[in-house]
């Protein structure tokens, strides 16, 4: 069986489910995770603007943007780099257009989160499932991982889960195989987010 094979959503997704239903939120990351989502919470109508133009569930927006921004809504969606010129790191050179208020303000986090979305196809994305969504999440971050070291679940989705303890990329290339995350991963902020606003996220 190939690397390809092995990434691909219908080969993985009852994988996902498996950790999903057996995933638990760590003692001491618990009041970390409830700030996070109430900052989240807080700034809904912001994601939903975006869900609306795209169709791209609000809360999967939101845990990206904690992800890769910090929930600062002055960092592009692609990867925190600032909204004053196009994106540094990779994706470099994003969004292509010119910003809509011109370059004395800069971007705008909706412009910027809409460009980051529909470069990695979310637009397009049928199968919401949370599976899938998980699946997606990675996918966005990378299946660095799963491809060179998939003896450590990723960080970006379990951090702050008994499914992750070490091991981390802390640099695009360079691994660290005692190093630990910091972040409160995807899988901690949805089971809370899922509780806190009745979320209605199918599982087939």
Request: charged fraction near 20%; hydrophobic fraction near 40%; proline fraction near 4%.
């Amino acid at each position: 069986m190939t690397t390809e094979i092995l990434l691909r959503l219908r080969d993985l997704k009852p994988e996902y489910q498996k950790l999903w239903n057996s995933c638990e939120i760590k003692p001491e990351s618990l009041s970390l995770t409830q700030e996070i989502v109430a900052k989240i919470l807080s700034n809904r109508p912001r994601y939903e603007i975006v869900q609306q133009k795209i169709n791209v569930p609000w809360y999967f927006i939101a845990v990206i943007h904690n992800m890769e921004s910090s929930l600062k809504f002055t960092r592009h969606l692609h990867n925190g780099d600032s909204l004053k010129n196009r994106t540094i790191n990779v994706p470099s050179g994003r969004p292509i257009s010119a910003p809509i208020k011109g370059w004395a303000v800069g971007y705008t986090w909706e412009e910027s989160a809409i460009d980051a979305l529909i470069l990695k196809e979310f637009d397009k994305v049928k199968d919401w499932s949370l599976a899938a969504q998980l699946w997606q999440i990675e996918r966005y971050n990378g299946f660095g991982y799963r491809q060179f070291h998939p003896e450590v679940l990723t960080p970006y989705l379990w951090s702050g889960t008994n499914h992750y303890t070490k091991g981390k990329y802390i640099s695009d290339t360079q691994w660290d195989a005692n190093a630990v995350s910091s972040q409160i991963g995807v899988a901690a902020l949805l089971k809370i987010m899922i509780k806190a606003e009745n979320l209605q996220i199918s599982i087939a």
